[in-house]
């Protein structure tokens, strides 16, 4: 339709993408028989069929068994080519990719082969599709500050082709404030900085990640809505929120997209974006989630494109390069 080709058509960034959580059950099952590895699962439809979430947590425990079959530097450029073919094919020009390192190293596998391999693929879809990437090095929070300070003095030979740390995993009861020195480091060391909040961690949580961690971003924020005071100072600071409306549908953060947040977050100024976070298993890339939320919310074209427009000004590119986008 004419609204398809327009969202198509809008050029975008996606900042909000966990690269593990692009991994689609038919490469899972490639990747599988290529290693040599079990997976509980009989067949695609299978493992489709376990999609179906109540909370946060029933989806990480599924992801991270996902995970389980990729191992050599191949894998995971396959994974993140295969991701970077689709976000093309939607219109993105520029993605900044989060992977969990730890999902990795902490079953054996180094941490260059899973790094090496996705920045081979993004040399690759510059070189086949214009797309620029940009790497967000992410600690998972259900683990300890010490293994997050691991996962930095593994990456320090990386350090120049990585654009920023991030936070992700199990939220409540993992709050931003365990992370404080970790991120400081992480910042001394000329890094970015984002963390989810407020994806199911209360308002304070939010507040944490601006005041403890000095986010540049805050990935999901919805639960910010609840405190209007936070709602006004995110606005004042121009923070970017990464939101993304499938995975909130599936992970149960709203209970219908008819209620989703999103256009009342725009009209109370705030720097919203769309992102997919784990399209494989939320049932959408970027432009279905436009689609998705366009047509829940009653969209107009000026509201997509203003998305599109947060989409670079969030994003971690030189403001030339910005320029270049709008
Ligand atoms: N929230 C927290 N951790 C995650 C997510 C998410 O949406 N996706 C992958 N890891
Ligand atoms: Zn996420």
Redesign the pocket.
Known sequence: TDLDQFITGLPKAEL???IE?SLEPELMFALAARNGIEIPYASVEDVRAAYAFSNLQDFLDIYYAGASVLITQADFHDLAMAYFDRAAADGVRHAEI?FDPQTHTDRGIAFATVIEGLLSAMAEAEAKHGLTSALILSFLRHLSEEAAFEVLAMAEPYLDRIAAVGL?SSEVGHPPAKFARVFAAAAAKGLKRVA?AG?EGPPEYVVEALDLLHVDRI??GNRAMEDAGLVRRLAGAGMTL?V?PL?NLKLCVVGDLADHPLDRMLAEGLRATV?S??PAYFGGYVADNYRAIAKARGLSRDDLATLARNSFTGSFLPAAAIDRHL
């Open positions: 909000h993408l966990h959580g989060m992700d989810h994806e990935d999901h990464t993304c995975s992102n976070d784990d």
